[in-house]
């Protein structure tokens, strides 16, 4: 009889699996102690991360009670326990609802289908789970992206990748009528257009953009106009005969003068006059074709 009340009250046992919410583990979430033993808010270190988890020996966990100036013989401890950290399954849809608001913020003007994602089986920290994606720089939105999600917890920050397809059409340069090589775009040659994306190519924001430079190449309707289809030329070399115009009170006068330097569309150069005396300065507007600039000498 006093056997077996001895061995009821003797030892204290700690189960081989134990889960835990909180961000450290302490020997009280492990081993069931009576009352307040001061033995349970012996530190075990850090949580694992939710959804995985970690091993103690049994003599390490002797050795921190002991460590600590307490007794070990009235515990029973299996030769490993086990700490899970409580997790929940990343939400899909959350998922789906914020890879979409990158899209949306990236492309204000765009209209966006997401073709697919896909969304690993992942665990997070439980309780409120807060997330925002983004989009990789320099990517072709028509091709698979991988997404970065960043994933917060009120005691956790993860961050995860997701492989997106999706289609984005937005308001687009199309060429309308044949654009020969060497040619200056003319605003009746282009239509915008809702157009899907395709490539990483950097798309003329406008014509403006595009302003004296010429075609590469010979340019086909239903080309999207790009930046790289352009270049610009030399509008004027050192030494070739340049008309320069100048204008004052609504009237308009032109005189032939030498570029001293060279120039492309848009930039200021000295020029000067046939006989070699007297210099001004004036902006290329054209082919050979300069504007004169308002009291420069």
């Not at 020997?27 to 991360?49: C, E, K, M, T, W």
């Not at 049994?58 to 002991?66: C, Q």
């Not at 060497?182 to 395709?198: F, G, N």
């Not at 050192?238 to 032939?256: I, M, Y």
Request: aromatic letters at 4%; hydrophobic letters at 40%.
């Amino acid at each position: 009889m006093l056997s077996a009340l001895l061995l009821l009250t003797c030892c204290l046992s700690a189960p081989p699996e134990v889960t835990i919410s909180t961000d450290s583990i302490t020997l009280g979430q492990v081993i069931s102690f009576h009352g307040n033993d001061p033995r349970s808010a012996i530190s075990l270190g850090y949580a694992p991360n939710p959804g995985l988890a970690r091993r103690f020996q049994k003599d390490e966990v002797l050795a921190k009670i002991l460590a600590a100036g307490f007794p070990t013989d009235d515990l029973q401890l299996p030769d490993a326990m086990l700490v899970r950290r409580l997790s929940q399954t990343l939400d899909r849809e959350q998922v789906m609802r914020v890879v979409r608001d990158a899209f949306a913020r990236q492309y204000p003007s765009g209209n966006i289908e997401i073709l697919s994602i896909d969304v690993p089986t992942t665990q997070v920290g439980t309780g409120n789970v807060e997330m925002s994606a983004s989009i990789p720089p320099h990517s072709d939105p028509s091709g698979p992206l991988f997404m970065k999600l960043d994933i917060r917890g009120s005691n956790f920050v993860r961050t995860l990748y997701v492989r997106t397809l999706a289609r984005v059409e937005v308001p687009q340069p199309v060429i309308v009528r044949p654009v020969p090589a060497q040619s200056r775009i003319q605003h009746e040659d282009v239509q915008w257009k809702q157009t899907p994306l395709q490539g990483a190519h950097e798309v003329v924001a406008s014509l403006d953009a595009i302003e004296g430079m010429v075609a590469k190449r010979d340019i086909d309707p239903g080309t999207v106009l790009s930046m790289d289809l352009f270049y610009m030329p030399i509008y004027v070399r050192k030494g070739d005969a340049v008309t320069v115009r100048a204008t004052s009170g609504g009237v308009t006068v032109s005189a032939t003068m030498r570029a001293k330097e060279s120039g492309k569309f848009g930039e200021s150069i000295v020029v000067e006059h046939l006989s070699g005396t007297g210099a001004t300065t004036a902006r290329i507007i054209g082919p050979r074709t300069l504007e004169a600039i308002q009291g420069a000498k």
